[in-house]
């Protein structure tokens, strides 16, 4: 875990010496003279070898020193402290849509399976699925900011402000990432429902005397969605670093908005942070998803 | 009289063509009877067994015939009426113990469902001890583990000791056994003969056995059905079935049992 995360560091950091551009450049702006830029560069210690400057870059990394923001001369910890929970609040409504909704609706799907219903639903599903979410975003913003006027895009609402309207903004976007996550979800889980709906111990539920329904969600439910651990937990990953469209689109000032930035300002200590960040959720969310089967499947437990 | 299965057919339109795959099945079984239905594999037991529990898929398949239970017909009874004798009156155990249960649900859970749905009136508590005591009947050692167990920690016999337990546990008046000693080795399989016929005594629960194993079925049963290509060849007491087979079918049944099993 932390060899890739160190590879990951370095990677980042050798991208930015092999892209053209300067940081002390784009701070200064283009009309600077030979001299500032050099002596920023200097100052910044952007004259030493790479190497070096990686290592340097390293060992504040290690005990916790980010660095400092090139262009906003901020501490690269307080930046990305005030817009992680942004991004995060997003991840986490997208998620909760998505589960909320593929679940009921797969329920549904798989009890009607092969019929008119099913087909219809299988067509819309393969043609969602195939929407990039910020095509979807940038036909919601459209349709619900500039015809239904009951949305202001480019009206962020900072949650430090207005919890409330924070999360009320946050909709939209969230339903734009979800939908394509969401229409996956319903694939996979409704033939995962199928599968186990003709095993053995379904039959048994229905000896018992249950409902369709009552077998599906006390009996099916659970062992359908073991499959779907693994591509939920992957969703998670997907959409903290997919907020870098997503923001954009919406003009959420979170942690893909910043990132871009400061690609843009080759502010490295900014990117190699939301970079690694990224890196680290990634690996998190395997192990949450390798927890998060032992926790549904009994028979991976060590007892 | 519990059950009546009268002229009982069924065709399957699944392919291209009609398949009769069973035809004109008449028997009849008394309370706390034990009525073991032999005959060789593809005769049509399964089906009369899962049409006699409600449990036919319900489409591209034709029922012809009554089945009658206390003198209603499951096979034309409305779904949620059948429900109510599911679980409750009428039991099915199976022969797969190792498939037969839900994997990521306790054992507890599962011996306590049938009395979830048909015994709304007792508290969490009560099922448990009910649960805890069928564990008990059928012969588990300590029940308690049992009951916080997953299936894959038990073994094959004790998964079919529970299947046993949660058909029992609402008190039913029918257990229907297909194959359910098939997939068990020989001495889990007199086990659970064993424990079946005290379940039968001590409940007087009437026992639907069925095997293709003559053996097994002349060991337990009262009165015995030989059947072959979904018909019914034969049918009678235990005795005269194996001591005078009236039928070529079944005397050449009887004649390829081996020897030194009976
Ligand atoms: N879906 C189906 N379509 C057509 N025939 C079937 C279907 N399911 C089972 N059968 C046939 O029904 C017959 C009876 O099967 P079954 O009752 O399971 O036999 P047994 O339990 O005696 O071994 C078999 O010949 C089998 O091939
Ligand atoms: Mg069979």
């Known amino acids: 875990m932390l060899l890739t995360l160190l590879a990951v560091s370095f990677i980042v950091f050798a991208a930015f010496e092999i892209i053209p551009g300067d940081a002390a450049v784009s701070r200064l702006g283009s009309n600077a003279t030979k001299e500032t ?3 920023l560069r200097v100052q910044m210690g952007l004259d030493k070898p790479f190497i070096v400057r990686y290592l340097n870059w390293l060992s504040g990394f290690v005990k916790g020193d980010f660095g400092t923001s090139i262009s906003y001369n901020l501490p690269v910890s307080s930046m990305i402290l005030e817009k992680l929970p942004i991004t ?3 991840t986490i409504l997208s998620m909760i849509m998505t589960i909320g909704i593929s679940i009921p609706l797969s329920l549904l799907i798989a009890k009607y399976a092969g019929s008119k219903f099913d087909r219809i639903s299988y067509g819309t599903n393969q043609f969602v699925m195939a929407v990039p979410s910020f095509f979807l975003g940038i036909m919601m913003s459209w349709f619900f900011g500039m015809v239904l006027k009951l949305f202001r895009p480019g009206g962020y609402i900072s949650y430090k402000k207005d ?5 009320g ?3 939209l976007p969230a339903i734009a990432i979800a939908i394509p996550k969401c229409a996956m979800s319903i694939k996979l889980l409704r033939s995962a429902i199928l599968t186990e709906a003709g095993k053995d111990y379904v039959r048994t539920a229905y000896s018992r005397g249950l409902s369709t329904m009552e077998v599906l969600y006390r009996h099916v439910l659970k062992n359908a969605m073991i499959p779907l651990i693994t591509f939920w937990g992957m969703a998670v990953a997907d959409m903290i670093a997919g907020s870098i469209v ?3 689109v919406f003009n959420i000032p979170g942690l893909g908005r910043i990132l871009l930035t400061s690609i843009a300002n080759r502010d490295y200590p900014v990117v190699e942070a939301v970079i690694i960040l990224i ?11 390798d927890i ?5 499947d009994p028979r991976l437990r060590k007892d | 009289m519990l059950l009546s299965v009268e002229d009982f057919g069924i065709e399957f339109h699944d392919h291209d063509k009609p398949e009769r795959v069973v035809e ?7 309370k706390g009877e034990i009525l073991g239905i032999v005959g060789e594999s593809g005769s049509g037991k399964s089906m009369t067994a899962l049409a006699i529990a409600g449990l036919l898929p319900r489409k591209k398949l034709k029922k012809e015939g009554r089945i009658l239970f206390e003198g209603e017909d499951v096979l034309t009874m409305e779904r949620h009426k059948l429900r109510t004798l599911q679980g409750d009156e009428i039991c099915m155990i199976f022969q797969e113990p190792m498939t037969a249960l839900n994997p990521t649900m306790k054992i507890g859970t599962q011996v306590e469902e049938a009395l979830r749905i048909h015994h709304t009136q007792m508290n969490d508590a009560a099922r448990k001890e009910r649960a805890i005591k069928w564990l008990e009947n059928v012969e588990l050692d300590d029940p308690e583990r049992v009951y916080e167990s997953y299936p894959h920690q038990l073994s094959g016999g004790m998964r079919q000791r529970v299947m046993i337990a949660a058909a029992m546990v609402g008190g039913p008046q029918l257990l229907i056994a297909d194959e359910a000693t098939t997939a068990l080795d020989v001495t889990v399989q007199a086990q659970i003969i064993k424990l079946l016929q005290k379940i039968n005594k001590e409940s007087a629960v009437a026992i639907l056995f069925i095997s293709h194993d003559l053996s097994l079925i002349r060991q337990i049963s009262h009165n015995v059905l030989v059947m072959q290509n979904g018909h019914l060849v034969e049918k009678g007491a235990v005795d005269d079935i194996f001591d005078h087979p009236k039928q070529e079918y079944t005397k050449k049944l009887i004649s390829a049992i081996p020897k030194v099993e009976l």
Not at chain 1, 279 to 289: C, D, Q, Y
Not at chain 1, 292 to 296: C, D, E, G, H, S
């Open chain 1, 37 to 39: 830029v050099e002596a």
């Open chain 1, 88 to 90: 995060v609040t997003l």
């Open chain 1, 163 to 167: 919890f409330g309207g924070f999360l």
């Open chain 1, 169 to 171: 903004y946050l909709i």
């Open chain 1, 246 to 248: 997503i923001e954009q």
């Open chain 1, 279 to 289: 890196a680290f959720v990634v690996l998190i969310m395997n192990l949450v998803v």
């Open chain 1, 292 to 296: 998060l089967y032992r926790v549904v």
């Open chain 2, 24 to 30: 004109g099945v008449s028997f009849t079984l008394d």
